[in-house]
């Protein structure tokens, strides 16, 4: 699905990372390259303005994290708008303890019965006591369809033959399962052809019945009609959720993207064939990640935000004037690796290539866990002057942590080549990447 989006979007960043500089032309172009993306996948023209005039204000006045390139930014910014729009990661909450009413607005072959069905069995296996109230009264088969359905996964269907009053049906069905049940289901009908008597019948419904959520069920491949298709559900009756369904065939997708932004309300599932279990819990960020090509994109996020707020300004102090403990120590091989993490992780961008090698990684690591083990062996005061280490306190120490004494040996000769390394201008460099990653470089 949404080969198209994501071919244009991955091709945009592409050329972003192939660009010798990053300068407001580039930035300018890139945003050219995504606007013609959005557009060719059917995502509302205004949407794409709004989009992506806000990377390209961000991407001009940004300055990146510590640890980033100004491209890597770039992409996390887009990567950060597009999760916005699609209303960021949020569940649907329903809660046991209450009667949960969702009723379903949408228009006629968008997937309202079949998704009823869907997640009449989601909620059930979730534990929750499922009602299902048949309030199609128009089509004939609509009760026999949706009976078929929930018969199969053993949910109670409340429906009146020969009622032809959709708001009564939904009003007695509310009112049938209250007593027993904690989530009813209200399946409503499309059947009308012109808009506004649907809408008007979908209204009066939601007054009468006052159900705690409406779910807009929208038909993921009708495209641009999407964004009008929600807004105008969502004028007559608020929209607090979005299932778009059909995203298994051959749908643009961008319908979805403005459909969520037309209401403001999230995209709570996806449906991804007609059978009962294709329902899929929809992730913005894992949707989005895919779109950009980054399944890791995620962590390269929650890295940035921990590189963000880790470095506490006494420390750095200290470590600028040539002192240095073996917390210290810790610390800064810590930072040193994370920043090695996060360009395995960047490595994984098309175009940008980190220089850590997996092995030099993998070694980081494991000597990391080693020397924790040694440094949490010590007293305070040979933790704070490192100078005292004599042979019978490195042998506590081994005894203690569990190692070798030629690995304790081995941390010290790392540290006091750290140490001195801190003087030289390499290690102001060090200094300075600390700082930034401090969040003092990211603000100016
Ligand atoms: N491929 C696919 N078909 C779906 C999906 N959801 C519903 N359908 C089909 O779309 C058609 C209309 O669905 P229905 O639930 O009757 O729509 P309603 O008129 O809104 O109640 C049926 O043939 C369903 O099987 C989906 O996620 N994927
Ligand atoms: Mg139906």
């Known amino acids: 699905m949404l080969d198209s989006l994501r071919s244009g979007l991955q091709g945009a960043i592409k050329k972003l990372m192939g660009s010798s500089v990053v300068d407001e032309a580039a ?46 930014q770039i992409v996390k910014i887009l990567y950060e708008e597009l999760d916005k729009m699609l209303g960021g990661e949020r569940e649907l909450k329903l809660e046991k303890g209450k009667v949960n009413v969702v009723v379903m607005l949408g228009v006629q072959g968008s997937g309202k019965t079949t998704t009823v069905a869907k997640l009449a069995r989601l909620y059930t296996k979730k534990g929750f006591k499922v009602g299902v109230v048949a309030a199609d009264t128009f089509r004939p088969g609509a ?28 009003q007695a069905g509310r009112r049938f399962f209250e007593a027993s049940k904690n989530l009813i289901l209200i399946d409503t009908a499309g059947r009308h052809k012109e808009e506004k008597s649907l809408l008007d019948e979908m209204s009066s419904i939601v007054s009468k019945v006052k159900p705690d959520l409406n779910l807009l069920i929208i038909d993921g491949t009708i495209g641009q009609q999407c964004y009008n298709q929600a807004l105008a559900f969502h004028k007559t009756s608020p929209v607090g959720g979005i299932i778009v369904t059909k995203l298994d065939g051959a749908a643009k997708g961008g319908g979805a993207l403005a459909a969520a932004a037309a209401t403001g309300a999230k995209i709570y599932y996806i449906g991804t064939g007609e059978r009962i279990d294709d329902l899929e819990e929809f992730s913005s960020t894992r ?15 929650d890295m940035a935000k921990q590189l963000e707020g880790e470095v506490d300004e006494k420390r750095v102090q200290r470590m600028m ?11 800064q091989f810590e930072q040193m690796n994370k920043m090695g993490s996060l360009k395995k992780i960047l490595d994984m961008i098309p175009g940008v290539s980190g220089n850590m090698k997996a092995e030099d990684l993998e070694k980081a690591e494991r000597d990391m866990k080693i020397w924790k083990s040694i440094i949490q062996s010590m007293g305070k005061n040979e933790r704070n002057s490192p100078e005292m280490l004599n042979a019978p306190r490195i042998r506590r120490i081994a005894k203690g942590s569990g190692r070798s004494e030629k690995e304790v040996r081995e941390l010290i000769t790392k540290y006091r080549q750290t140490k001195s390394l801190m003087k030289t201008s390499k290690g102001r460099e060090f200094r300075q990447m600390l700082r930034r990653a401090g969040g003092q470089g990211a603000r100016g």
């Open 27 to 72: 930035i300018k172009e890139f945003v050219r390259d995504l606007q013609r993306a959005l557009i060719q996948a059917d995502v509302n023209v205004r949407l794409v303005l709004t989009v992506t005039e806000s990377v390209q204000k961000r991407a001009l006045e940004e300055k990146p994290l510590g640890g980033m390139t100004r491209k890597d």
């Open 143 to 170: 009760v026999t369809q949706l009976r078929t359905m929930c018969d199969r996964i053993g949910v109670e269907v409340y429906s009146e033959e020969g009622e032809k009053d959709s708001v009564r049906v939904a």
């Open 287 to 301: 949707f989005v990640g895919r779109l950009l090509n980054m399944g890791d994109l995620k962590s390269l996020l």
């Open 321 to 331: 004037s040539g002192k240095l403990t073996m917390d210290d120590f810790l610390f």
